[in-house]
């Protein structure tokens, strides 16, 4: 299956850069369309993606939205079972990550980003600093991101640097973009030494500085 390959993107959309991450791992061009933050969403990208959010993906005659899905497709559409187990425990595991990252630790590494990255800088560029950020919701969202990041450290294995051991998998490239980002945060890692050798591993892995993560 080899549909044009469209990407509704945003430089700073960590969920855009899932995709990046993994269509960089499999060597495969898609066209850049960009979507500004801004609301209101441009009207044609409406028309596309009922939620307005970034990214979508256009193949061929598949469209398809939400990243950890857009990520799936690719791994089936590629039929590379390494990325995306077909095997149940090894898919189970898969998902789980998938699942856990984006539904429990995610949402709670947000208040964070949003008082330190984005309410004191440009909506668009995610660039504000922690000495412009108000120290009462720092200190919230530091509590916050660092019980969120205390469960993810209980959940990944011992010893392996990325999620797939030593090859990754699509949830190392869904985990990658906001884990990057913590860098950013004031966040200690010290105390989750599998969380920050994940980060580093990603935050290094050659598919990923190929696509091109911003701020
Ligand atoms: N669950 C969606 C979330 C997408 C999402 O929230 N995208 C952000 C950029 S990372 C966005 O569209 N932000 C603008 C907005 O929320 O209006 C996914 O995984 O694709």
Same mark, same amino acid.
């Given at each position: 299956?080899?549909?044009?390959?469209?990407? $509704?993107?945003?430089p &700073?959309?960590?969920?855009?850069?899932?995709?990046?991450?993994?269509?960089? *791992?499999?060597?495969?061009?898609? *066209?850049?369309?960009?979507?500004?933050?801004? +609301?209101?969403?441009? !009207?044609? $990208?409406? !028309?596309?993606?009922?939620?307005?959010?970034?990214p979508?993906?256009?193949?061929?005659?598949?469209?398809?939205?939400?990243?950890?899905?857009?990520?799936?497709?690719?791994?089936?559409? /590629?039929?590379?079972?390494?990325?995306h187990?077909?095997? #149940? #425990? !090894?898919?189970?595991?898969?998902?789980?990550?998938?699942?856990?990252?984006?539904q429990?630790?995610?949402?709670?590494?947000? #208040?964070?980003?949003?008082?330190?990255?984005?309410?004191?800088?440009?909506? *668009?560029?995610?660039d504000?600093?922690? +000495?412009?950020?108000? #120290?009462?919701?720092? /200190?919230?969202?530091?509590? *916050?991101?660092? !019980?969120?990041?205390?469960v993810w450290?209980?959940?990944?294995?011992?010893?392996?640097?990325?999620?797939?051991? /030593?090859?990754?998998?699509?949830?190392?490239?869904c985990?990658?973009p906001?884990?990057?980002?913590?860098?950013?945060?004031?966040?200690?890692?010290a105390?989750?030494?599998?969380?920050?050798?994940?980060?580093?591993?990603?935050?290094? &892995?050659?598919?990923?500085?190929?696509a091109?993560p911003?701020?």
């Amino acid at each position: 299956m080899s549909g044009r390959l469209v990407l $509704y993107d945003h430089p &700073h959309s960590s969920n855009a850069l899932k995709v990046r991450f993994l269509l960089c *791992e499999l060597g495969l061009d898609a *066209e850049r369309v960009h979507v500004p933050f801004a +609301e209101p969403r441009p !009207a044609g $990208y409406r !028309a596309l993606q009922p939620s307005g959010r970034i990214p979508l993906l256009i193949d061929g005659d598949v469209k398809i939205g939400e990243s950890n899905a857009i990520l799936r497709h690719l791994a089936r559409r /590629e039929r590379r079972d390494d990325l995306h187990p077909s095997d #149940p #425990p !090894a898919a189970a595991r898969v998902d789980w990550a998938l699942d856990l990252w984006s539904q429990e630790v995610r949402p709670q590494l947000l #208040p964070l980003e949003d008082a330190v990255l984005w309410d004191t800088g440009d909506p *668009e560029a995610a660039d504000g600093r922690l +000495e412009d950020a108000d #120290p009462a919701a720092v /200190e919230r969202g530091v509590s *916050e991101a660092t !019980a969120a990041l205390q469960v993810w450290e209980a959940f990944l294995p011992g010893g392996d640097t990325t999620l797939g051991g /030593e090859r990754i998998t699509i949830a190392d490239c869904c985990v990658a973009p906001v884990l990057w980002r913590t860098a950013r945060l004031p966040l200690d890692l010290a105390s989750l030494p599998r969380t920050a050798r994940l980060r580093d591993a990603l935050a290094g &892995h050659p598919a990923f500085l190929a696509a091109e993560p911003a701020g």
